[in-house]
């Protein structure tokens, strides 16, 4: 299979928005079939939504963060802080943002942001006495980011598939990320196209048993199809070149500089994907959009900082990088 042939299974236009889309990426692409494939403006467009001019918060999506630990305290924030960047860029942003961390930790992540709601755990890390509070939470969220800095126990795994799997029956929008991305496989059903994965290489040879060639493209985006089908899900498959697929459908993002392989900028992408999926019913359109976004900040702030950038760069630069998308709806 080569990049002529993943193009068959990239995004086909199926109406006006769609076609608008394809014409947004044709700009930068020499061809249609390059332009289906890999991810561009229209991606974004096509993940955009007008705001009401008289509605809420609660109206334009929310995303409950869930994660930390004693030890990663850091993870939950920089996602919440990318949902609520979201918000800021107006058309895609949730409208309100929630995190749960451990009590132990709340009093450090309420003070790095006025803007951040945050709310405490029963204990040190995710464990079954959140499960009904986290349940109560996500039944008012239209997407859940869940697993960022939340840890390996035993436990907090167990309590992590458990409410994936509640969540998954209300067809909510999930954002399975780092250590919950462990937890996905301990779920007996077929997720289904509503929970995104987004694992690296070392947590795809963890989930599938499938050893990736960091620089084939074409066998990342094989395997990943490969394995969205078998476990019923939408992959992110990060890397240089990210792969989003369904099984079915596959974009290629591709990225110019290595800038964002530091540490919490991962965290910042699964946040974003959750603004987008709180105003977005198709997760794979979600998907694409927020990891283009994130690819296309990572570029532009290489260009401006080099390799010297951190997580809450990201999050600072996402309001500019959406202006444009901005719309009101009549």
Do not use: W
């Not at 299979?1 to 947004?24: F, N, Q, V």
């Not at 995190?99 to 464990?127: E, F, Q, W």
């Amino acid at each position: 299979m080569d990049l002529s042939r993943l193009a068959a299974h990239a995004i086909k236009p199926r109406g006006l928005r769609e076609r608008h889309a394809l014409e947004l990426n044709l700009m930068n692409c020499s061809s249609v079939a390059e332009a289906r494939l890999f991810a561009g403006q229209g991606d974004l467009y096509l993940a955009s939504r007008p705001k009401g001019p008289y509605s809420s918060k609660k109206d334009n999506g929310t995303v409950l963060i869930i994660g930390g630990s004693e030890t990663f305290h850091g993870a939950p924030v920089m996602a919440s802080n990318a949902a609520y960047s979201t918000l800021a860029s107006l058309r895609i942003g949730a409208g309100y943002a929630v995190t749960y961390v451990p009590k132990g930790i709340i009093g450090a992540v309420r003070i790095l942001s006025p803007n951040l709601i945050v709310k405490p755990m029963h204990g040190d890390m995710l464990g079954a006495d959140d499960l009904m509070d986290l349940e109560r939470a996500a039944e008012r969220a239209d997407s859940v980011v869940i697993g960022t800095g939340m840890g390996r126990s035993s436990e907090s795994l167990n309590t992590a598939a458990e409410l994936i799997s509640i969540l998954l029956r209300s067809r909510k929008r999930i954002i399975a990320d780092a250590d919950a991305i462990y937890a996905v496989g301990l779920i007996k059903r077929r997720p289904g196209m509503n929970l995104i994965l987004t694992p690296h290489d070392r947590e795809f040879l963890r989930l599938t048993g499938i050893r990736l060639r960091r620089r084939d493209t074409v066998h990342r985006a094989r395997s990943a199809m490969k394995a969205a089908r078998v476990i019923g899900s939408v992959i992110l498959l990060k890397g240089h070149d990210t792969v989003v697929t369904d099984g079915h459908r596959v974009k290629i993002i591709r990225s110019k500089t290595a800038a964002l392989a530091t540490m919490g900028t991962g965290d910042v992408l699964s946040g974003i994907i959750g603004g987008f999926a709180a105003r977005n019913a198709d997760a794979f359109v979600s998907a694409v959009a927020g990891a283009y976004l994130h690819s296309q900040i990572g570029d532009l702030l290489f260009r401006e900082k080099g390799y010297h950038i951190i997580a809450n760069d990201v999050v600072e630069a996402i309001p500019a990088m959406l202006k444009e998308f901005d719309r009101t709806s009549r």
